[in-house]
T-cell receptor, first 114, second 115 residues
Framework: AQSVTQLGSHVSVSEGALVLLRCNYS??????LFWYVQYPNQGLQLLLK??????LVKGINDFEAEFKKSETSFHLTKPSAHMSDAAEYFCAVISNFGNEKLTFGTGTRLTIIP | DTEVTQTPKHLVMGMTNKKSLKCEQHMGHRAMYWYKQKAKKPPELMFV???????INESVPSRFSPECPNSSLLNLHLHALQPEDSALYLC??????????????FGPGTRLLVL
């Protein structure tokens, strides 16, 4: 069964510094992977998704992620953190292709230090 | 427009009450989803509808009853809930099922408190 693991439930970075949020997947078939962001008291917003077209995926708000099969990873990065990036970030995988079932990781709370 | 709307935003109900959550999208999507999210936890899938037919029920208790009256609307009827059902209920939609590449668009959620 497909699943994802997010390393680090809390990550703090200084404003302007690199953001790196880690996600590793477990899948017996090529996975479809997603990063979502959830701001306080809001729903989830898609940042980017990997669907095997390209290993480096660019998303909204200057976020990007690289699919590395050798490392079974799909880490999320942003070159320069902004205060507005403070939120909860979820990595997710489609775990049932016929029914588009999304299985989420446990989430990483990103805090930006002024 | 990629908006999914949910009403109400907040709901407080007693254990003997009957209430309904409503979700609406006008993107022409034919797949709609209900998720439950407890505090500081990831969302968990409850139900999936495809072309107004129930496709997945993730062994959800019968006190939760979904309904998809048309392609734009998804309801979640609540009856005899327990305090542990207090959570954020998220609705999502995607253009269709199958393939694994369809983006799910989420609404802002209904925050439910059961007393």
């Amino acid at each position: 069964a497909q699943s994802v693991t997010q390393l680090g439930s809390h990550v703090s970075v200084s404003e302007g510094a690199l953001v790196l949020l880690r996600c590793n997947y477990s899948s017996s078939v090529p996975p479809y992977l997603f990063w979502y962001v959830q701001y306080p008291n809001q729903g989830l917003q898609l940042l980017l998704k990997y669907t095997s077209a390209a290993t480096l995926v660019k998303g909204i708000n200057d976020f990007e992620a690289e699919f590395k099969k050798s490392e079974t990873s799909f880490h999320l990065t942003k070159p320069s953190a902004h205060m507005s990036d403070a939120a909860e970030y979820f990595c997710a995988v489609i775990s049932n292709f016929g029914n588009e079932k999304l299985t989420f990781g446990t989430g990483t709370r990103l805090t930006i230090i002024p | 427009d990629t908006e999914v709307t949910q009403t109400p935003k907040h709901l407080v109900m007693g254990m003997t009450n009957k209430k309904s959550l409503k979700c609406e999208q006008h993107m022409g999507h034919r797949a709609m989803y209900w998720y439950k999210q407890k505090a500081k936890k990831p969302p968990e899938l409850m139900f999936v509808y495809s072309y107004e037919k129930l496709s997945i029920n993730e062994s959800v208790p019968s006190r939760f009853s979904p309904e998809c009256p048309n392609s734009s609307l998804l309801n979640l009827h609540l009856h005899a809930l327990q305090p542990e059902d207090s959570a954020l209920y998220l609705c999502a939609s995607s253009s269709r099922l199958g393939g694994g590449t369809e983006t799910q668009y989420f609404g802002p959620g209904t925050r439910l408190l059961v007393l």
